[in-house]
């Protein structure tokens, strides 16, 4: 019997009984070892087991204590329902909410449950000021050069190495760098589009996009998604004969959590190749999964460089430092052309200590960490949720990500909630922020990267008590 099958079929066992009743929230699962003995199998065998079942919040872990049957398991909260967007391209951008949420961006005293990034509690900003110091010394004239245009050669060499996880075997050759990944969705959108053009989103989307597309002329045609699964392809398939572009965040989309299936991500590659509709992936947050592998990307099935692949270290490394690339396939030209004329070259000195940082393995460990506090955080989140919001209330399930998306009742609007909670120093998405049409004003994105503190369960606690009020 082959170790993946062994591996999936003792899970799926205990999987089974968790979700049968026979083990109960709070049970005690046998230790790694005595996996291990039972069935005769190896460690690594054995803690993939584990490592299945967190990713499913089947189990949780606490240390020096071993595994456990999730609280989870004992909260019934349903899914959001499936976007309903109408099919009509729409330019109806919420600005005055948008600015009104991000105005109070970098203010000392407010919790942040509405800005997308992890705090800085959850970075390693000791090592990365000392890889600093370390490439100004490393680097010719102390970084006051300009880079080749296609960016830091040791950074693309190391991203290209790391694309071998979700089956991108990419070369140093493939890839350009930005200023961070809106800086690498901006090249692909002016490289690709035209005022005029119609561009296919998921709905909800990330706030940034929609107003990326605006601003640049586009028409925004938002499409039906899945809470878990990501945007509905027939769906898409009906709406080809509309649109130029696609923009999609197929792994732990913001604001949803979704993660489409692998074989979604295959057919929708093959079906907008066919039609020569370029793909711009967006994969800022593919390397915060919660389970045992990093899913693959819709790059990953690309076969004639039709996929522009965007990414960058914003969510998991350093917002700050605005590091970001591209893989743009058969466009790389125009992206390079573009590259010259808006910014030249990237920051050679963080560049470089990021690409230090990669080598020396120094990341890995630091996104071993990160996913860890991210899925501990999303179970309190939930189970604070279940706790204090109102009855009715519905939330999403992502397997990574920084984002949870909540579904209240119609008769709650989140742009009042969030008059409401400012006032306490609190700050939230309202859903509308997500959509460029009359839709999700019940709805709402929090972020989990904060570290979980008690201050953080009583201001997400607050939260639910003015939901309640409303």
Not at 56 to 77: A, D, H, I, N, T
Not at 193 to 199: N, Y
Not at 393 to 412: A, V, Y
Request: charged residues 25%; hydrophobic residues 35%.
């Amino acid at each position: 019997m082959s170790k993946e099958f062994i591996y999936t079929e003792i899970a799926d066992g205990i999987a089974s009984q968790i979700r049968n009743g026979v083990l109960k929230p709070g049970d005690k699962l046998p230790s790694v070892r005595m996996m291990c003995q039972e069935h005769r199998v190896s460690m690594n065998t054995a803690k993939r087991v584990f490592l299945e079942l967190e990713s499913q919040s089947l189990v949780e872990s606490k240390p020096q204590s071993g595994y456990f049957v999730s609280r989870l398991m004992s909260v019934k909260l349903p899914l959001p329902e499936v976007s309903r967007p109408s099919l009509m391209a729409n330019n109806d951008e919420p600005d005055e909410l948008i600015s009104r949420v991000y105005e109070n961006m970098g203010k000392k005293g407010i919790t942040f449950f509405s800005i997308g990034i992890p705090s800085g509690d959850l970075l390693p900003q000791a090592k990365l000021k000392k890889e600093i110091i370390q490439a100004t010394r490393e680097l010719k004239d102390g970084g006051t050069e300009y880079e080749e245009l296609h960016g830091n050669l040791k950074l693309r060499r190391m991203i290209a190495v790391r694309s071998l996880q979700w089956g991108g075997n990419l070369n140093e050759n493939d890839l350009v760098t930005t200023n961070g990944g809106m800086n690498a969705l901006s090249f692909c959108l002016m490289a690709l589009g035209k005022p005029g053009d119609t561009i296919a989103i998921e709905s909800p989307c990330y706030p940034g996009i929609l107003q990326l597309a605006n601003g640049l002329g586009l028409n925004v045609l938002e499409l039906p998604t899945h809470p878990t699964t990501g945007i509905e392809i027939e769906a898409l398939r009906k709406v080809i004969p509309q649109i130029n572009l696609c923009l999609l965040i197929p792994n732990f989309n913001s604001p949803l959590g979704s993660c489409m299936p692998d074989d979604h991500k295959k057919e929708i590659v093959q079906l907008l190749s066919e039609h020569h509709i370029p793909l711009i992936e967006d994969d800022v947050y593919g390397d915060l999964y919660f389970g045992s592998s990093r899913p693959k990307c819709c790059k990953s099935f690309d076969e004639d460089g039709n996929v522009l692949y965007c990414s960058s270290i914003s969510k998991t490394l350093a917002p700050g430092y605005r590091v970001g690339w591209i893989a743009p396939g058969k466009y790389k030209k125009k992206i390079m052309k573009l590259k010259l004329l808006h910014s030249t070259s990237s920051i050679s000195i963080v560049n470089e200590a990021v690409a230090n940082f990669l080598k020396s393995g120094r990341y890995e460990k630091h996104l071993q960490q990160m996913r860890r506090a991210l899925q501990n955080n999303y179970q309190n989140y939930v189970q604070t949720i279940a706790d204090y919001f109102p009855e009715g209330t519905k939330i999403s399930r992502p397997q990574g990500g920084l984002s949870l998306w909540i579904e209240f009742d119609k008769k709650i609007r989140t742009t009042e909630l969030y008059d409401l909670a400012i006032k306490q120093n609190i700050s939230i998405a309202p859903g509308r922020m997500f959509t460029l049409q009359d839709q999700f004003e019940n709805c709402m994105r929090l972020c989990i990267g904060l570290p979980w503190t008690e201050e953080t369960r009583l201001c997400l606690q607050q939260v639910g008590n003015l939901a309640k009020k409303l």
